[in-house]
């Protein structure tokens, strides 16, 4: 999808991160979570304590993590 869109280049999937790594990735960017499920969204929470804005799903538990137009941006049905 991201070579449709032509973002490739500017796109990175980091995959797990260890918890002492989470402030010194993409220092600039955005952090998205767009998971199907979740319990909580500890993740969105971490990315938001390393002031990341965040691009989140609308699963449910996500949205108890962050404050929509605030902190995040939710997207979705």
Do not use: H
């Not at 797990?16 to 969105?44: H, M, Q």
């Not at 971490?46 to 965040?54: Q, R, T």
Request: with cysteine; aromatic share 8%; net charge negative.
């Amino acid at each position: 999808m991201v070579n449709e869109l032509g973002i490739a280049k500017q796109t990175t999937f980091e995959g797990k991160v260890n918890y002492s790594e989470v402030g010194d990735i993409t220092p600039d960017g955005y952090f998205a979570n767009l998971s199907l499920r979740e319990s909580f969204g500890v993740s969105v929470l971490e990315a938001s304590s390393c002031g990341k804005p965040v691009i989140v799903s609308n699963a449910q538990g996500i949205e108890r993590s962050f404050i929509p137009g605030k902190t995040g941006i939710p997207v979705g049905n």
